[in-house]
């Protein structure tokens, strides 16, 4: 059985309560952040870890990112912490960036995936934050959707994979930031980008300086011992996805003809972009980058429950928030990309 429990209106820290010792009890409690939804459950209690796992069929080497409401919790969870983690810190937490510090023995290797190093974040979000202090654990949690589809942005997507499945959910409404937090690896120098996300990779090298993007990030295949998430399929909706990259006005002309062409091959065809170049089915991104962040898995997960063939997403300038968006993009095409 799910208990949901809705706090769009605000916190109600009575019913909070409830959740929160339900993670105490090694239960699964879906939550959410600023980012996107989470799949919760107390960080240093193994079986409650492996549940996550198992509810989600993710792969045990992929790491989860452990949420704390307090920056003393990282003395507890990281062996070593540098300045560097400090500034970063004090600069954008709470707020969607993880940072990866070496582990301390207090985390089993099921939650950093067998890695010797544990990825630690504050959200930017009351509910979570609440959450995280009234449970009194640092709490473990990957987004609440079922491994390789499009993450949640709504308590109703979380419902969608696992009503029924996990002891329940809380509704805090719409997440701000749609795109899960970038994660940055401070165990090397320079630091690494392991994964774009809701904090912009500029804002980062402004404080802590140069910053080495991982080329994963950009879908090379690598041999990624580090940060093994990376070599996952993610994000897919079961229509096919193919991107098309390239300058605006050619862009357009490009996905309208692609439009033309499946559906002169008789299938059903979905755009997500900025205009509907004439397809079956269009959802509307966005003005901003901020906006397509925010409406990327709405959109994914739209076109599956339109039961459309193909989705052609139009690809945004990598600059800011679009250097996540396309990270997204790119991988639920499979790097299906087309160069117009
Ligand atoms: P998810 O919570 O589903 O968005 O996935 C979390 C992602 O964070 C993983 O797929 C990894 O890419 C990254 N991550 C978490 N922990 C670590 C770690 N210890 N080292 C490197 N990357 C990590
Ligand atoms: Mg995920």
């Given at each position: 059985m799910t208990i949901i429990i809705n706090m769009r209106d605000g916190i109600d820290e009575r019913k909070l309560r409830i959740a929160a010792r339900l993670i105490r009890?090694?239960?699964?409690?879906?939550?959410?952040?600023?980012?996107?939804?989470?799949?919760?459950?107390?960080?240093?209690?193994?079986?409650?870890?492996?549940?996550?796992?198992?509810?989600?069929g993710r792969p045990a080497d992929n790491p989860l990112i452990v949420h704390i409401s307090s920056f003393s919790q990282v003395h507890e969870l990281a062996r070593e912490v540098p300045e560097e983690a400090k500034m970063l810190a004090r600069e954008f937490w709470p707020g969607p960036l993880a940072i990866v510090l070496p582990k301390s023995e207090i985390v089993p290797k099921v939650t950093t995936g067998g890695l010797d190093t544990v990825a630690i974040r504050m959200p930017?979000?009351?509910?979570?934050?609440?959450?995280?202090?009234?449970?009194?654990?640092?709490?473990?949690?990957?987004?609440?959707?079922?491994?390789?589809?499009?993450?949640?942005?709504?308590?109703?997507?979380?419902a969608e994979d696992f009503y029924g499945k996990i002891e329940c959910i809380v509704d805090g409404g719409e997440t701000k930031i749609g795109v899960e937090s970038t994660v940055i690896d401070l165990t090397e120098w320079p630091p690494v980008l392991l994964r774009?996300?809701?904090?912009?990779?500029?804002?980062?090298?402004?404080?802590?300086?140069?910053?080495?993007?991982?080329?994963?990030?950009?879908?090379?295949?690598?041999?990624?011992?580090k940060a093994p998430g990376m070599k996952y399929r993610h994000y897919a909706p079961n229509a096919e996805v193919i991107v098309v990259e390239g300058s605006r006005e050619k862009v357009g002309?490009?996905?309208?003809?692609?439009?033309?062409?499946?559906?002169?091959?008789?299938?059903?065809?979905?755009?997500?972009?900025?205009?509907?170049?004439?397809?079956?089915?269009?959802?509307?991104?966005?003005?901003?980058?901020?906006?397509?962040?925010?409406?990327?898995f709405k959109a994914l997960r739209y076109m599956d429950r339109a039961g459309v063939d193909i989705v052609i997403a139009e690809g945004v300038e990598e600059k800011g928030l679009g250097l996540a968006v396309m990270n997204r993009l790119r991988k639920a095409s499979g790097y299906r990309i087309v160069k117009a």
């Open positions: 009890e090694g239960k699964l409690v879906a939550f959410p952040t600023e980012t996107v939804y989470g799949l919760g459950a107390d960080a240093l209690n193994e079986s409650a870890v492996r549940r996550i796992f198992e509810a989600k930017a979000n009351k509910i979570a934050l609440k959450l995280i202090e009234l449970s009194g654990r640092p709490i473990a949690a990957p987004s609440a959707n079922i491994s390789g589809k499009p993450s949640p942005t709504s308590a109703e997507h979380v774009p996300g809701g904090l912009p990779l500029e804002e980062i090298e402004r404080v802590i300086g140069e910053v080495r993007v991982h080329p994963a990030v950009y879908g090379k295949k690598v041999d990624v011992a002309a490009k996905i309208r003809e692609l439009v033309e062409e499946f559906k002169s091959k008789g299938l059903k065809v979905g755009v997500i972009g900025s205009a509907d170049y004439g397809a079956d089915e269009f959802f509307f991104l966005g003005r901003s980058v901020e906006e397509v962040a925010r409406n990327l």
